[in-house]
């Protein structure tokens, strides 16, 4: 989902809180999710997005239609006394007719700066799970240090966070052993034709690695993966918008229509301990 040049239409992105959601939208989205990946019926999927701070939702400028999405989810712990924070980002679905596009890049770092903005220098690192290799990728391409990788070593602090958000969120279907999330039963999987790794792609280190790490991806498995979001650790193309995002910060917006940016209800606190 991070190859190649634009070549579809033109895409811009928003931000709703789920709840904000119309029900012939929530279809779309469910619609383009089953698309994409096998064994994720109906109520886990409304489940899972009903949890979230909040929807980014990728549309054609043109039609308005919904041609992607991604969901957050706003997570607090702390580490040897010090206090974390974290996006993790559940769902995310980019039409196939709009890859090349980087528009949900740009707007889902858009969104992580206005929460940095909101912190007061509190750490904010995105919590990322992988169950293919396109998106670990996306951990290179929006960042210059990141975690697990090929080659370095986790760091014990990052290693210790990355422990305490993913089994705050997973409990005991997070292995820290290994790094990876293995539920009971199947949680949704990639089709098939989406799970192959092309010839190409073999050989990039960055997915030799991934593959190492999470041999039963295919099965639905999932790798865990932080990395701070800070300015000077995003690399070009999510560094603009990044910054973009910290003057904004997180308004408090009614739950109606579309908003630039959005992470809350109103009457809820920003972070989640669960």
């Given at each position: 989902?991070?190859?190649?040049?634009?070549?579809?239409?033109?895409?811009?992105?928003?931000?709703?809180?789920?709840?904000?959601?119309?029900?012939?939208?929530?279809?779309?989205?469910?619609?383009?999710?089953?698309?994409?990946?096998?064994?994720?019926?109906?109520?886990?999927?409304?489940?899972?997005?009903?949890?979230?701070?909040?929807?980014?939702?990728?549309?054609?400028?043109?039609?308005?239609?919904?041609?992607?999405?991604?969901?957050?989810?706003?997570?607090?712990?702390?580490?040897?006394?010090?206090?974390?924070?974290?996006?993790?980002?559940?769902?995310?679905?980019?039409?196939?007719?709009?890859?090349?596009?980087?528009?949900?890049?740009?707007?889902?770092?858009?969104?992580?700066?206005?929460?940095?903005?909101?912190?007061?220098?509190?750490?904010?690192?995105?919590?990322?799970?992988?169950?293919?290799y396109r998106t670990y990728l996306y951990l290179p391409l929006f960042f210059r240090e990141y975690f697990p990788r090929f080659d370095a070593p986790t760091p014990e602090f990052e290693q210790r966070a990355l422990d305490a958000v993913a089994a705050m969120k997973f409990g005991d279907c997070y292995r820290p052993r290994t790094g990876l999330i293995e539920f009971p039963t199947c949680q949704g999987q990639l089709k098939p034709e989406l799970a192959e790794v092309p010839k190409g792609r073999v050989d990039d280190p960055r997915v030799k690695y991934f593959l190492e790490r999470n041999p039963r991806y295919a099965q639905g498995v999932e790798l865990a993966c932080i990395g701070r979001l800070t300015p000077d650790n995003l690399r070009g193309l999510c560094r603009r918008p990044y910054l973009e995002g910290m003057g904004t910060a997180l308004p408090p917006v009614p739950l109606a229509g579309p908003v630039v940016l959005r992470s809350r209800r109103p009457s809820e606190s920003l972070w989640s301990h669960a």
């Open positions: 989902m991070t190859e190649g040049l634009p070549t579809g239409p033109r895409l811009r992105g928003t931000s709703v809180h789920p709840l904000a959601l119309t029900r012939a939208q929530v279809d779309r989205l469910y619609s383009l999710l089953i698309r994409h990946y096998d064994h994720t019926p109906r109520p886990v999927f409304e489940r899972d997005l009903y949890e979230k701070d909040n929807v980014i939702l990728i549309r054609d400028e043109v039609t308005g239609g919904v041609r992607g999405f991604s969901t957050q989810k706003l997570m607090s712990a702390e580490v040897d006394g010090t206090p974390v924070r974290a996006v993790f980002s559940g769902d995310t679905i980019i039409d196939r007719s709009c890859w090349g596009s980087q528009e949900l890049v740009k707007a889902f770092a858009r969104y992580c700066g206005a929460v940095e903005a909101s912190l007061g220098g509190k750490p904010l690192y995105w919590f990322l799970i992988s169950k293919g």
